[in-house]
């Protein structure tokens, strides 16, 4: 249960991560093009997956991040573009081998926006995944950006997820990489 493996969290005073540390730029406005209007995606990523209520019944509204899962600290006043750059650039030089399915994941709780969960928060997994083994040294900026894709892909209109009531997204890139924003915990899918 949620409860028994973490505890929920305290809001704490304003965070010590900025948004140049995190590579991204949230007053950014990205335009409508083409390739956004037809849900196509940058050369090199395969088709974006967007989770819906069939894959979980938590969401979290992403304008709220509280702090990372275990830690002290605290991310008061982050959304999710900032906490998923923040993540990025902390992994920013990483090298995976062939060695074996390697990944990197950090989890954050952020404030629940689902009438259906049962808890104030949900603990959102921000993940990157080497599926096939595939060497190569991670790029802060270049995971920045695929996580902002992700992001703002899935809560653009028509889409599964909002700003304020994200679900969740995985994409993977032609290394077979994948990205991954969501809630992996037993809870999240148990409502």
Same mark, same amino acid.
């Given at each position: 249960?949620?409860?028994?493996?973490?505890?929920?969290?305290?809001?704490?005073?304003?965070?010590?991560?900025?948004?140049?540390?995190?590579?991204?730029?949230?007053?950014?406005?990205i335009?409508?093009?083409?390739s956004?209007?037809?849900?196509?995606?940058?050369?090199?990523?395969?088709?974006?997956?967007?989770?819906?209520?069939?894959?979980?019944?938590?969401?979290?509204?992403?304008?709220?991040?509280?702090?990372?899962v275990? /830690?002290?600290?605290?991310?008061?006043?982050?959304?999710?573009y900032?906490?998923?750059?923040?993540?990025?650039?902390?992994?920013?030089?990483?090298?995976?081998?062939?060695?074996?399915?390697?990944?990197?994941?950090?989890?954050?709780?952020? /404030?629940?926006?689902?009438k259906?969960?049962?808890?104030?928060?949900?603990?959102?997994?921000?993940q990157?995944?080497?599926?096939?083994?595939?060497?190569?040294?991670?790029?802060? /900026?270049?995971?920045?950006?695929?996580?902002?894709?992700?992001?703002?892909?899935?809560?653009?209109?028509? /889409?599964?997820?909002?700003?304020?009531?994200?679900?969740?997204?995985?994409?993977?890139?032609?290394?077979?990489?994948s990205?991954?924003?969501?809630?992996?915990?037993?809870?999240?899918?148990?409502?």
């Amino acid at each position: 249960m949620l409860a028994s493996t973490a505890a929920f969290p305290n809001p704490l005073s304003k965070s010590e991560a900025s948004i140049s540390q995190a590579e991204i730029d949230i007053d950014e406005i990205i335009p409508p093009i083409n390739s956004t209007e037809h849900a196509l995606l940058p050369r090199g990523l395969s088709e974006l997956f967007c989770l819906d209520s069939n894959y979980g019944k938590w969401a979290a509204d992403g304008r709220y991040a509280i702090h990372e899962v275990g /830690k002290k600290g605290n991310l008061n006043g982050k959304n999710i573009y900032e906490v998923a750059g923040k993540f990025c650039h902390e992994i920013n030089g990483h090298k995976f081998s062939r060695s074996g399915r390697e990944y990197l994941a950090k989890s954050y709780w952020f /404030k629940s926006s689902s009438k259906t969960f049962p808890f104030p928060f949900v603990p959102v997994q921000i993940q990157l995944m080497n599926m096939l083994r595939t060497p190569g040294t991670v790029s802060g /900026k270049s995971c920045a950006d695929i996580m902002a894709k992700i992001i703002s892909t899935c809560t653009r209109p028509g /889409k599964p997820s909002r700003f304020n009531h994200f679900r969740g997204a995985q994409v993977q890139d032609e290394r077979g990489w994948s990205y991954s924003i969501g809630c992996v915990t037993d809870d999240c899918s148990a409502f």
